[in-house]
């Protein structure tokens, strides 16, 4: 298959900086849609695959899976899209599309899910490179219509902070009565809190951070309660149908366990590895509790996230900076010092 050279951003080892590169993208098959990025959002997942965290990256890497652009050109058998659409691009580029989670709309779960960057492209036998770059080529299938009248420029990171909380609301069934907690308020925590908000949910921040009070008030929190300070969490004893926990670190979830309802749920989404110290299984069963994991969403649940997000017209909280800046970006964020989501301003790549 031919190939078009595009200029990215990305890294040819986990110890170097990002810098320019030429990479290959795809021409257009009948169902693929070539997009021209105009933003595309920085995740913690960027950084651990940038740097090898998880031991599987292969390089070079090229990061980026909160993607925002137009459409330049669609094949010939494409029918969602047309060319100068504003649309989106999140965590997954293809699937098998024939297994039984591919089949109930949970594309995320298939065995042969492909990744926006570090999957494999089938049609040029390579591996996928991400959004930090030009263009970027996609089956229409997950290519994302965004609404109309969001802010282009804050959409981005709906697409993986924002599906990768949405996902276990909805799958717990989130609504007007429940009581939820959100344990930190970073890219993810920020994203759980305005929408389980807007779902009508009775919504509590859980934070060690003091400073944190004002703005998890301002974006929607009922209540903020301080998780070092053990008079506070013995008052939440108890509390909460569901907890969503978006600490992308190792950290100890047993003192949260207990703010638990009988029957409820404490949903980790931030962290992937082994817990330390270890979960205590005492007070999970003495009140039937669960402790489970969610992984970003599916193709159509992204898409009832973006159109939930156009009626109430819910967008990020973003610091755009240029791709020039993407290595002092990482630096940042690995100090928490980003309010609360960096976006990639890809005009800035042709610089």
Same mark, same amino acid.
């Given at each position: 298959?031919?190939?078009k050279?595009?200029?990215a951003y990305?890294t040819q080892?986990?110890?170097a900086?990002l810098?320019?590169? &030429?990479i290959?993208?795809r021409?257009?098959?009948?169902?693929?849609?070539?997009?021209?990025?105009?933003?595309?959002?920085?995740?913690?997942?960027?950084?651990?695959?940038?740097r090898?965290?998880w031991?599987f990256s292969?390089y070079p890497?090229?990061?980026?899976?909160?993607?925002v652009?137009?459409?330049t050109?669609?094949?010939?058998?494409?029918?969602k899209?047309?060319?100068?659409?504003?649309?989106?691009?999140?965590?997954?580029?293809?699937?098998c599309r024939s297994? @039984?989670n591919?089949?109930?709309?949970l594309?995320?779960y298939?065995?042969?899910?492909?990744g926006?960057y570090?999957?494999?492209?089938?049609?040029?036998?390579m591996?996928t490179?991400g959004?930090?770059?030009?263009?970027?080529?996609v089956?229409?299938?997950?290519?994302?219509?965004v609404?109309?009248?969001?802010?282009?420029?804050?959409?981005?990171?709906?697409?993986?902070?924002? &599906?990768?909380t949405?996902?276990?609301?909805?799958?717990?069934k989130v609504?007007k009565?429940s @009581?939820i907690?959100v344990?930190?308020l970073?890219?993810?925590?920020?994203?759980?809190v305005?929408?389980a908000?807007?779902?009508g949910?009775?919504?509590t921040?859980l934070?060690?951070?003091?400073?944190?009070?004002?703005?998890?008030?301002?974006?929607g929190a009922?209540?903020v309660? &301080?998780?070092t300070?053990?008079?506070q969490m013995a008052?939440v004893?108890?509390?909460?149908?569901?907890?969503?926990?978006t600490v992308?670190?190792?950290?100890?979830?047993?003192?949260?366990?207990?703010?638990?309802?009988?029957n409820?749920?404490l949903?980790?989404?931030?962290?992937?590895?082994?817990?330390d110290?270890f979960? @205590?299984?005492?007070?999970?069963i003495?009140?039937r509790?669960?402790?489970?994991g969610?992984l970003?969403?599916?193709i159509?649940?992204?898409?009832?996230?973006?159109?939930?997000?156009g009626?109430?017209?819910i967008t990020p909280?973003?610091?755009? &900076?240029?791709i020039?800046?993407?290595?002092?970006?990482?630096?940042?964020?690995l100090k928490?010092d980003?309010h609360?989501?960096?976006?990639i301003d890809?005009?800035?790549?042709?610089?």
């Open positions: 298959m031919n190939a050279r595009v200029k990305g080892t986990a110890e900086d810098e320019q590169l &030429i290959d993208r021409d257009i098959t009948p169902k693929d849609v070539e997009i021209t990025i105009e933003y595309c959002g920085v995740c913690h997942s960027d950084l651990h695959f940038a090898n965290d031991g292969v890497v090229v990061p980026g899976h909160e993607i652009g137009r459409v050109r669609v094949g010939t058998d494409v029918t899209h047309k060319v100068g659409d504003l649309v989106a691009v999140g965590c997954l580029v293809d699937s297994c @039984n591919c089949k109930q709309d594309e995320q298939c065995p042969g899910w492909v926006t570090g999957g494999h492209d089938k049609h040029l036998g591996q490179f959004g930090y770059s030009e263009s970027i080529v089956d229409e299938h997950f290519v994302l219509k609404p109309n009248n969001l802010d282009p420029v804050a959409v981005a990171p709906v697409l993986c902070a924002g &599906i990768t949405w996902s276990p609301l909805r799958h717990w609504g009565g @009581n907690a344990i930190g970073g890219g993810l925590g920020h994203m759980a305005k929408l908000h807007a779902l949910a009775d919504v921040l934070s060690r951070s003091p400073n944190k009070i004002q703005d998890a008030l301002d974006l009922d209540r309660v &301080i998780s300070d053990e008079d008052e004893q108890g509390r909460f149908d569901v907890i969503i926990d992308p670190n190792v950290h100890d979830i047993n003192p949260y366990v207990g703010t638990l309802a009988t409820g749920t949903v980790i989404v931030g962290y992937l590895g082994p817990l110290p979960l @205590n299984s005492m007070p999970m003495m009140g509790k669960t402790v489970a969610s970003i969403g599916g159509a649940e992204t898409q009832e996230l973006l159109d939930f997000c009626e109430h017209g909280e973003i610091e755009m &900076i240029p020039q800046d993407i290595n002092k970006a990482y630096e940042r964020m928490s980003v609360y989501r960096f976006v890809m005009a800035s790549l042709k610089q």
